[in-house]
């Protein structure tokens, strides 16, 4: 196996790499077409009491979701096609040359099988398109809102800024975290196998194990938790910072109510694909750990 994670993606995935990435630019510009139409139906079709630019708009918009939709589902069904693809690989290698490798212990050996060849399945299949789908959908919406009200997409656009910080201290923890529970999942693969072959009342060790996997869990579940508790704080202040600066510009008359529209609706869009990011950059700093873990098993 490559001794980098990404250079095992370009490895065994290069070329659907490069087909998911044209769909996922077919995706992401269509992300700006309904804040755009929300804004003119405000402004210009329910301002003005124009019925037929009214349905004209609402019609596009149709275009536009139906559209979004059915690449999106192409998309995501060719991602989880890569996925099954690189697990079904990892699992048949493992198989032919697990049995001949002595020094892999059998609870690592079932670990690799069952589980993780699942999990860097999965990451290969996303591990291009996805950052760059949200990236670009946040950058798009981030410049769209920049040039239509600067003011009010600096404020959208700082609330951004604590989540990035808090998950950026928070990870390094969670990478420890994670790795320590993959090695003791895989120690208590082996003690159970090494217990049922000797003699199945000598569990204590096993125990000791589980206990020490339930210890490792909840600590890394509460900081997860602590840490989206926290940026979904930061996406509604967000949020009501956007009504608030846009309502005392539009108080006076200096912006329109069909951007202040737009801008929250703009904000929720842009803060998921920023999350999106930040849980890639969290699995990502995970999946190297495990990777590594599973590309020593098969050196």
């Known amino acids: 196996m490559s001794p980098s994670l990404y250079g095992y993606v370009l490895k065994v995935s290069r070329r659907q790499q490069v087909r998911l990435g044209l769909l996922t630019l077919a995706v992401f510009p269509l992300s700006l077409m309904p804040l755009e139409l929300q804004r003119r139906i405000i402004n210009y079709a329910v301002a ?7 349905l004209a708009y609402g019609g596009l918009y149709l275009v ?15 991602m989880h ?27 690592t050996k079932q670990s690799i099988i069952s589980a993780e ?26 410049a769209y809102m920049l040039i239509i009200e600067p003011l009010v997409g600096i404020v959208a656009i700082v609330f951004l800024v604590p989540s990035v910080v808090v998950v950026g201290l928070a990870q390094p923890v969670l990478n420890r975290l994670s790795r320590s529970k993959i090695t003791v999942v895989r120690s208590l693969g082996e003690s159970v196998l090494r217990d049922g072959r000797h003699d199945a009342s000598k569990g204590s060790d096993s125990d000791a194990l589980v206990e ?26 967000g949020l009501l910072s956007i009504l608030l600066v846009g309502g005392w510009l539009a108080i006076q008359d200096r912006t ?12 929720e869009r842009m803060t998921n694909p920023v999350r999106d990011l930040l849980n890639f950059y969290r699995r990502l700093s995970m999946m190297r750990v495990q990777y590594r873990l599973v590309a020593d098993a098969f050196a």
């Open 48 to 54: 003005h009491s124009a019925i037929e630019l009214l």
């Open 212 to 237: 020490r996997i339930y210890d490792l869990r909840l600590r890394f579940v509460n900081l997860k938790i602590a840490t989206k508790s926290f940026n979904q704080l930061i996406t509604g202040l």
């Open 64 to 78: 536009v979701l139906l559209l979004q939709s059915g690449l999106k589902f192409l998309r995501d069904a060719y």
């Open 117 to 142: 060849s699942e999990k860097v399945g999965g990451f290969v299949a996303e591990s291009i398109s996805l950052p760059m789908l949200q990236a670009g959908t946040v950058l798009s919406i981030a």
């Open 81 to 107: 096609r890569i996925a099954e693809g690189v697990t079904r690989l990892l699992r048949r290698k493992f198989v032919r040359r697990g049995p001949l490798d002595a020094a892999v212990a059998d609870g």
């Open 256 to 267: 329109e109510i069909g951007i202040i529209v737009a801008f929250m609706s703009g904000y």
